[in-house]
């Protein structure tokens, strides 16, 4: 079984950058389909980004309220994932997950997509 470790949440100004990060264990991390979700006060958690193997070449996706923000990365030496978030807004206020599962030729945008999740880290962005 798969387990996840959020940190790099914090309080930032909008405008401002963060990176979150999620540490795995697992000796065949390099095949991970691996995600970010969130889910702020009182809604839903919902897909931000994902990332996946697909036997020739790694493939990402990203909700449309963060493409050209947010950007999803993965170090296999390091057991570790990323999400660094640029240009931060308000509404990207929120707790967030990583979520991680076996190998998938496409990324999951759906949370029973992946059965392994982390504790979540909050990212608080003040206007």
């Known amino acids: 079984q798969v387990q996840l470790v959020e940190s790099g949440g914090g309080l930032v100004q909008a405008g401002g950058s963060l990176r979150l990060s999620c540490a795995a264990s697992?000796?065949?991390?390099?095949?991970?389909?691996m995600g970010w979700f969130r889910q702020a006060p009182g809604k839903e958690r919902e897909f931000v980004a994902g990332?996946?193997?697909?036997?020739?070449?790694?493939?990402?996706s990203y909700a449309d309220s963060v493409k050209g923000r947010f950007t999803i990365s993965k170090d296999n030496a390091k057991n570790t994932m990323y999400l660094q978030m640029n240009s931060l807004k308000p509404e990207d206020t929120a707790v967030y997950y990583c979520?991680?599962?076996?190998?998938?030729?496409?990324?999951?945008?759906?949370?029973?997509?992946?059965?392994?999740w982390g504790q979540g880290t909050q990212v608080t962005v003040s206007s």
């Open positions: 979520a991680g599962d076996g190998p998938r030729p496409r990324v999951g945008i759906r949370l029973s997509d992946y059965r392994a």
């Open positions: 697992g000796r065949t991390f390099s095949t991970y389909s």
């Open positions: 990332i996946t193997w697909d036997w020739n070449s790694l493939s990402t």
